[in-house]
């Protein structure tokens, strides 16, 4: 005897196989027709125009709803990407939750279909119902979920999501789901964060405007300045919205009625703009020394239609930060080589002193080969390691507790080596064949082996805060490594250590690191 999983849809068993049974009714998604079953052994070919069926959506850890649980509000989404109706006869999902479509379903072209957790609670909230319920939950952890044509057994598509970045921390209970990128992202696997809180179930993401380009630490008559950038391919209204630099004060500056941003194009406000008189409660200008900016789309700030923030530390005068998206699809904000307000970003700035290699994991059983870091001067001329102004102040590599000792420089193409914590020069020197040539430095603490933050940072001139004197430092270069993808495996304990592939492109992105054969005090 069949039971009930949803909507109409039994469950049972015969000699042959499993079968699914499914009236579709006012369930049915726009673009869907077909009542039948499915027999799963009908041993039926794989469809090659199978592979325009993609997962558009994936809400796996929405956020609770008062009492109840936002595993109740789970969601899928599934869109024919081609340009004919696909029959969905043979297709289920068969790896994170359990779900098969009924026999003679279609989707037409460019149509989607959602599939929820509970279908009560999925009408409640978005005002209609899915086309059906799936078994199982979403894992809140991360985990691979797989639409598959069950007779052949062959995959159609697959997303192994998961709540660690580079996957987008909005998404995991902060009541966004996943959507794919389509603002910078190289890979067409990569995903982002929805437009809106609840996601956008049955109908394409939009993509947010976004925060692009911030100009913080100015002289008068140069001002501070904020710039968006509209990845759409429509124009955005973005009259209304709201800039501020708190997340818990949204409605600072009101962005004018009507204020339209064109399709790929920039709008750039300064402090003309947001801080035309400074004796306004809401009025604000930007930090030298960091905060943050957000960019909200009502007055609810980030509990309302959209929000996005940036948070950006010390930089030099002059000096932009700016929007970089990996081929992964991580999000940072680096400094530029050039301001570029109104166009294109330039790109993030590299230098005059980089890491080049880091061994974070030896393998096990040789803790004699030591965990390292490895810095190169890529620039034609001398760094000081210091402030000139201020020499007491030097350079520090955050992450490994270490600071340079007074009056040291790099040389153009110098390289050198920083060790962890208990680690011996000599010994690993004469490891490594480490000429004399070659400084070694010895640093106070270990790295991790699963992930860790490395950050080069330079001191800038003091200011007065309150009674005291603080030292600014400013990021130069910052890596956030971990063992898992898309970081390479091979450098977790295989003996090997991450090398970087491009001295002149930018460190946090996984993409310009790999395992290499130890090669310390010999690059770059």
């Not at 061994?359 to 001398?382: C, F, K, Q, R, W």
Request: aromatic share 10%; proline share 8%; net charge negative.
């Amino acid at each position: 005897m069949g039971m009930t999983i949803g909507m109409g849809m039994t469950r049972g068993s015969t000699a042959s196989g499993t079968w699914i049974g499914f009236c579709l009714g006012a369930a049915l998604a726009a673009g869907l027709s077909g009542c039948g079953s499915l027999d799963s052994s009908d041993g039926s070919a794989f469809r090659p125009e199978l592979s325009a069926l993609r997962f558009t959506e994936i809400h796996y850890h929405p956020a609770d709803q008062d009492t109840v649980s936002g595993d109740e509000f789970e969601f899928l989404e599934i869109k024919n990407t081609g340009a004919s109706a696909l029959s969905l006869t043979g297709i289920g999902i068969t790896d994170g939750v359990d779900f098969l479509f009924p026999k003679d379903a279609r989707l037409e072209a460019g149509a989607l279909l959602v599939l929820a957790a509970n279908p009560d609670r999925f009408e409640q909230r978005y005002g209609f119902a899915p086309f059906g319920a799936y078994t199982g939950r979403l894992n809140n952890a991360g985990e691979a979920v797989v639409l598959t044509h069950v007779p052949s057994g062959e995959k159609i598509d697959s997303v192994e999501y998961s709540d660690k970045s580079p996957w987008p921390a909005l998404a995991d209970g902060d009541g966004y789901s996943l959507v794919p990128a389509a603002d910078g992202a190289a890979r067409t696997d990569a995903w982002r964060a929805s437009f809106a809180i609840h996601g956008s179930p049955g109908k394409d993401d939009p993509a947010g405007v976004v925060i692009n380009e911030v100009l913080t630490h100015t002289d008068f008559p140069v001002l501070d300045a904020i710039e968006l950038f509209n990845p759409n391919d429509a124009p955005v209204d973005v009259g209304g919205w709201f800039l501020s630099d708190k997340r818990t004060q949204p409605m600072k500056f009101r962005i004018p009625a009507g204020t339209l941003i064109a399709a790929k194009g920039y709008a750039v406000f300064d402090e003309g703009d947001f801080n035309a008189d400074s004796t306004l409660p809401n009025s604000f200008s930007l930090d030298a020394h960091g905060e943050e900016v957000w960019l909200s789309a009502d007055s609810l700030g980030c509990g309302g239609r959209f929000c996005q923030g940036v948070a950006f530390g010390e930089i030099e005068n002059g000096v932009t930060l700016g929007r970089y998206v990996s081929v992964h699809g991580q999000v940072f904000f680096p400094a530029q080589k050039e301001p570029t307000l109104g166009r294109a970003n330039a790109g993030p700035r590299t230098g005059p002193v980089i890491f080049t290699e880091v061994m974070y994991h030896p393998a096990d059983g040789a803790a004699d080969s030591g965990e390292y870091v490895e810095l190169a001067n890529i620039s034609a001329d001398t760094v000081p390691l210091f402030d000139p102004d201020f020499p007491e102040n030097t350079w520090k590599v955050g992450g490994f507790g270490f600071e340079f000792p007074i009056g040291v420089s790099l040389a153009p193409a110098e390289v050198v080596v920083i060790l962890s914590r208990n680690m011996v020069d000599t010994t690993f020197r004469n490891l490594h064949g480490i000429p004399p040539s070659v400084r070694i430095f010895p640093g106070s603490k270990r790295l991790s082996n699963a992930s860790d933050s490395l950050e080069l940072l330079k001191p800038e001139e003091p200011y007065l805060r309150g009674s005291g004197t603080l030292v600014p430092y400013m990021t130069v270069e910052k890596m956030v490594y971990t063992d898992q993808s898309p970081w390479p495996s091979g450098a977790d304990g295989s003996g090997k250590s991450l090398g970087r592939t491009d001295p002149g492109a930018f460190s946090g992105d996984p993409v310009n690191w790999n395992s290499i054969e130890p090669t310390p005090g010999k690059r770059p």
